[in-house]
């Protein structure tokens, strides 16, 4: 009885942690392919943490106007195979960005090229490859 009583406690538990893993969202069901955006701006932060990592970066407009913009990211293990590191942007780093646009018309976009203040353009890890969609 005691066995039993610990095997259901574990399978309870083992449910409880993957519980997050079906929150997971899909490209389409955040971003549109269909609305490509460019920003050129500041880095104002870095979070380097799953599932996603994100920044956030001061974009200027013509008349002046600062907007702050989030952009998503692949996963930090993703990032890493591609050439990214942790330190890779620093806050005050001005990068060139390409992605795509949320659906909801927020200042959030997934992003797909980041160009670093390096000169280097690195695969940012979006899930969309920029085919269109069927």
């Known amino acids: 009885m005691k066995a039993r009583f610990g095997l259901l406690i574990a399978s309870l538990g083992l449910f409880v942690m993957a519980a997050p893993l079906f929150a997971h969202h899909s490209f ?3 971003y549109d392919n269909a609305k490509p955006i460019a920003l050129t701006g500041t880095v104002t932060k870095v979070e380097w943490m799953n599932p996603h990592a994100r920044f956030y970066m001061d974009v200027k ?24 590191t942790r330190n890779s ?3 005050g780093d001005q990068v060139i960005v390409d992605g795509y646009m949320a659906k909801d018309g927020s200042n959030l976009a ?3 090229n980041v160009k670093l ?7 940012a ?10």
């Open 110 to 112: 997934n992003a797909r």
């Open 28 to 30: 389409a069901a955040e």
């Open 89 to 91: 942007m620093k806050i």
């Open 125 to 134: 890890g979006s899930t969309d490859d920029g085919s269109p969609q069927k």
């Open 117 to 123: 203040a390096d000169g280097r353009k690195l695969f």
């Open 61 to 84: 407009d013509d008349k002046g106007a600062v907007t702050n913009w989030e952009f998503e990211l692949g996963s930090p293990n993703g990032l890493a195979r591609r050439g990214w």
